[in-house]
């Protein structure tokens, strides 16, 4: 089984190799014939401001686990320094603090951001520490869990992103710990990707795929191991949105197969199960259905209710504040799995975002 998945993201990564050869024949096309206008950048550089924020209220009441029953409330608030060097090419200096309410130093810590970023019509590279929104921020809660916002919003590695009319594929490498006498070494690398066969829908397939490899310190203890635990998610997709009453409207279906080994102890241990959910959105309001069935998850980062044999989960949502700048949320959660029909989780969550603001421009 772990073959099929290594395949899975070799298969992403030669797609995405293959269009970039193809892009770069096209450019050394393009310079040989003295035609260069759609490949030069734009050599007039500009420094720019960004800010946002994010304030949350997060209350769970979980049954099923009573350490996660718990409220999770606090704010975070990025600004940086984006250096535009030219149109493609971009460097962005900053820092991403969090205060949780009531906490004592105010701030819990506040991280760098500190990255490079190339983009042009087709690709997106990251290399440094820069924010998941918007990035890698859609994974399902089964893999990445949904508190990785409040307490990790950046990724500390590399991500390349590739876009075509009716495919994406991105990939990434996240440096969770690195290894000193005391301290294990633990990163996250993984790909997820989109391909719609006819560009007006509706069907569609989706890919997700994560590892993470968790080693030991460098002085080395007795018993400890290298443990490797990955997941594997493929679903297949239907998009009705904005034709029907309905502003949004989709239906997914497939299958989360996961994976665990300790080196030297077992070997790969696998489970899988379906998995199912539906969106509708109207006007300010939305609802969310997500239903697994299966053998029980084993994701170290994943919520940890998939690690049940069975769940469903029901989210009402209502945005009473929307701007081009603000944007306000009410959830009500509803949690069933075995033995535990009464879960439930109210969050308040308000984000607001400047966007990137230009204060100065040079010349070379």
């Given at each position: ?7 899975v993201?070799?298969i992403s990564f030669?797609?995405s190799t ?5 892009q770069a ?13 759609k490949?030069?950048?734009?050599n ?9 924020a ?13 350490p996660r ?5 606090g704010?975070?608030t990025?600004?940086?320094?984006g250096l535009n ?8 200096v900053?820092t ?5 309410f ?6 819990l810590?506040?991280?760098p951001?500190?990255?490079y ?6 690709w ?8 998941r929104?918007?990035?890698i921020?859609d994974?399902?809660r ?9 307490y ?8 390349a ?14 440096w969770?710990s690195?290894?000193?006498?005391t301290?294990?070494e633990?990163?996250?690398f993984?790909?997820e ?5 006819n560009?007006e829908?509706p069907?569609?397939i ?8 968790d080693?030991g310190?460098?002085?080395l203890?007795?018993?400890?191991h290298i443990?490797d635990?990955?997941?594997l ?5 239907l998009?009705?949105?904005h034709?029907t009453?309905?502003?949004?409207l989709?239906?997914?279906a ?11 102890v077992?070997g790969w ?10 969106y509708?959105?109207?006007?300010r309001?939305?609802?969310?259905e ?5 053998q029980?998850s084993i994701i170290?980062?994943g919520?940890s ?6 769940y ?5 949502n209502?945005?009473p504040f929307l701007?081009g ?6 959830i ?9 029909f ?8 308000v ?7 230009t204060i100065?421009r040079?010349?070379?």
């Amino acid at each position: 089984m772990i073959k099929i998945f290594y395949l899975v993201l070799l298969i992403s990564f030669s797609i995405s190799t293959a269009a970039f050869a193809q892009q770069a024949n096209f450019i050394d096309q393009e310079t040989a014939s003295g035609d260069t206008n759609k490949i030069s950048p734009v050599n007039t550089g500009s420094v720019d401001f960004h800010f946002n924020a994010l304030g949350w209220l997060d209350n769970r009441e979980y049954k099923a686990f009573i350490p996660r029953s718990r409220t999770y409330s606090g704010t975070r608030t990025e600004i940086d320094f984006g250096l535009n060097i030219d149109s493609l090419n971009h460097f962005v200096v900053g820092t991403n603090a969090i205060h949780e309410f009531g906490a004592i130093p105010y701030f819990l810590n506040a991280v760098p951001v500190a990255y490079y970023n190339f983009k042009n019509a087709h690709w997106l590279f990251n290399a440094g520490e820069f924010p998941r929104a918007g990035l890698i921020d859609d994974y399902p809660r089964a893999m990445l869990n949904d508190t990785l916002m409040y307490y990790r919003p950046n990724v500390e590695g590399l991500l390349a992103k590739y876009s075509a009319t009716n495919f994406t594929e991105t990939g990434w490498i996240d440096w969770v710990s690195r290894q000193t006498d005391t301290q294990r070494e633990e990163f996250l690398f993984g790909a997820e990707g989109k391909y719609t066969p006819n560009t007006e829908g509706p069907f569609y397939i989706r890919n997700y795929f994560l590892e993470e490899h968790d080693a030991g310190a460098a002085i080395l203890q007795p018993d400890d191991h290298i443990f490797d635990n990955a997941a594997l998610e493929i679903r297949l997709g239907l998009d009705f949105s904005h034709k029907t009453v309905f502003d949004s409207l989709s239906f997914e279906a497939g299958n989360l197969s996961s994976f665990l080994r300790e080196r030297g102890v077992t070997g790969w241990q696998t489970k899988n199960g379906f998995v199912f959910s539906a969106y509708a959105g109207y006007h300010r309001f939305g609802i969310l259905e997500e239903f697994y069935k299966g053998q029980g998850s084993i994701i170290y980062y994943g919520d940890s209710y998939y690690e049940k044999s069975f769940y469903n989960r029901l989210d009402l949502n209502w945005t009473p504040f929307l701007s081009g700048r603000v944007k306000g949320q009410f959830i009500a959660s509803f949690h069933f799995s075995p033995g535990h029909f009464n879960d439930n989780q109210e969050v308040f969550r308000v984000t607001y975002d400047i966007g990137r603001k230009t204060i100065a421009r040079f010349k070379d």
